[in-house]
């Protein structure tokens, strides 16, 4: 039972790792049997994972049963960043009641590497990196429940996002302001790591919503 998990996580890992590569696009089909083929396994561990995506809204079920990816809209993006900042600004404090500048440096450390690795041209990982400081940054408050709250709105936004392609340009500036929120947080200056943590997010949300307005735009021009 075990190895079962283990195996359905690595193919959930696995299939958010080749989104963020831009694999997957807005309202594309998934099959499971093309993905056990890929995989060299049953289809059985490779359902239960589309599954847990879909209950972290990367997928939808249509009404014959069949996974697709999610085609995202304004009010779902809008969702997703309010509760987004809502969490992270709560790890903030989190992180400040119980303050450690060893964890802060780590974690700092974390993303000077996905800035290295986007200046060095490597943007798959440099995204992958980044979702891994994301995830430590929430799970390292010590907060299991929050940690768990969180990572299906973190999955959701990244389905949000890398389902209209690949964003390297817009994904540059994220780690200044991550570089930024650490700093402030290193300093002791938690009201500006809060407010740091709620500009990202709202230069992130305008961006990827222009990004759907022209998703929108581009299904209607196809029309004609």
């Not at 193919?11 to 093309?34: Q, V, W």
């Not at 589309?50 to 249509?62: F, G, H, I, R, W």
């Not at 407010?195 to 735009?217: G, N, P, S, V, W």
């Amino acid at each position: 039972m075990i190895l079962k998990k283990r195996l359905e996580e690595t193919i959930h890992d696995k299939f958010i790792e080749a989104l963020y590569e831009g694999k997957y696009h807005a309202g594309e089909r998934i099959d499971p049997a093309e993905l056990a083929n890929e995989f060299s396994i049953s289809r059985t561990p490779v359902v239960q994972a589309l599954k847990q995506l879909a209950n972290e809204k990367v997928l939808t079920v249509n009404s014959g049963g069949k996974f697709l990816m999610l085609v995202p809209t304004e009010k779902m993006l809008d969702d997703v960043c309010n509760v987004r900042c809502l969490l992270e600004q709560h790890a903030i404090t989190l992180h400040m009641q119980d303050p450690d500048l060893q964890r802060f440096e780590r974690l700092k450390g974390m993303v000077r590497e996905t800035k290295n690795l986007m200046e060095r041209g490597d943007f798959v990982n440099s995204i992958i990196n980044n979702l891994e400081f994301h995830k430590a940054f929430v799970e390292e408050t010590g907060n299991k429940c929050l940690y768990e709250v969180y990572l299906p709105v973190l999955y959701q936004y990244g389905g949000i996002k890398y389902s209209l392609g690949n964003q390297w340009n817009s994904h540059r500036e994220l780690e200044n302001w991550h570089l930024k929120i650490m700093d402030y947080m290193i300093a002791n200056e938690e009201e500006k790591a809060r407010e740091a943590a709620k500009e990202h997010i709202e230069m992130c949300r305008l961006d990827i919503t222009q990004r759907i307005r022209d998703f929108y735009l581009s299904r209607e021009d196809s029309h004609f």
